[in-house]
């Protein structure tokens, strides 16, 4: 539709409820699609990493996240910067989104046999120099993107994944051999999308204790914290639009023995490290340092992403001090005790001593409220695992009773 001589595609959908019909829409801006990949919120490191992996030949560049974090606009702004006549790009996307001039478009069409691993390998066909496959939604369409990304094409894809590194084991989760993964897999892309303070209403203030040692665990120095004050450019909010945080894995042939020789996964993590590449949260706490979001917003999204780590954890059987123990929103004395608990049977006492020590963070006048919502969330989680778990379902009531008092 046409609105203002400005074109916007409406996205709908439909459901019949008990009381009325019930209507999503998503909007889709066709003029303001992000065709400049140095407007996508890269800081200069990852910026360079990226425009690097993607003008690699061959090898596969995927982009993960969760439904909403940008992985579309990440993607039509790498294929909008390889765009030219010399190279032929084909995308096979569901929907097509945005229409991009000079790249071969194809829509998924199912009711006639055309899903994304029959239509790549009809792309294969046609010469293509670079491939771009909306989603990687199963083992065949993973292995074909694969085996076309290992025979002199370039293949971007997106996939549901929590962060950069768990990509790997996904796709052998997948049923796709190690040895595929380790050979074709170029680099991958992890990012979310976090409020943006509003421009009209922010304030600085000063930083709390509490905020200065999460800086400073990321060997980072702050003295100004930006947040918005509420005015009515942004409803009163404080926040005004969104922006992306990411994180840039690149393979290194280190990485590469590990994922062949099976090794843990937390080789994988070290390796990472070694390399100095930039995570979500520090990414997003480089963002807090420069005014652009506030502390919160990063916070709420490591919150999230630990409950379904603990969650993934509990599920599974694993410990659910592991989860929280890889995150700086965890302090190392409550992952500690949390350990403890699992190892001499005493989770139920271990987990009520640490709401205590949140309680008094409290009480003690320090900035910790922030800090107590984690492990509620996270002990509330256990409850709800806890029907998966029984050895540890009436623990967690006590530790409701606990709290609640």
Known sequence: MDIDFHLVDLRVSTLPTIYSEKIVMRVLDLGAALNDIHKLGFNQLNLQRFIDLIERPTGIVLITGPTGSGKSSTLYAALNHLNSEEVNIITIEDPVEYEIEGVNQIQVNPNVGLTFAQGLRSILRQDPNIIMVGEIRDRETAEVAIRA??????????LHTNDALSTITRLIDMGIEPFLVATSLAGVVSQRLVRRVCRDCREE??????????????????????????C??????GYRG???????????????RVILNKEPFSKLRELAIKNHMIFLIDDG????????TTLNVVENEVIAKVMKQARDALE????????MRRHWASPPLVTQMIAIGEETGSLDAMLAKV???YEAEVDAGTDRL???????????????VGTIVTSITVPMYDVFNHIQQ
């Open 316 to 323: 599974s059987g694993q410990s659910l001090a592991e989860p």
């Open 232 to 237: 009515p450019t942004c409803n009163m909010t």
């Open 285 to 292: 706490l480089l963002k807090v340092k420069q005014g652009l």
């Open 370 to 384: 922030k800090s107590l919502i984690e492990p509620l969330m996270i002990v509330l989680l256990a409850g709800l």
């Open 149 to 158: 990304s290992l025979t002199g094409h370039l293949v971007l894809s997106t």
């Open 242 to 256: 969104r922006m992306a945080v990411h994180e840039l894995l690149v393979m290194t042939e280190e990485m590469r």
């Open 205 to 230: 203030r000063e930083p709390t204790k509490r905020k200065i040692e999460i800086f400073a665990r990321h060997g980072m120095k702050i003295e100004k914290l930006i947040r918005g004050r509420g």
């Open 355 to 357: 709401a205590d020590f």
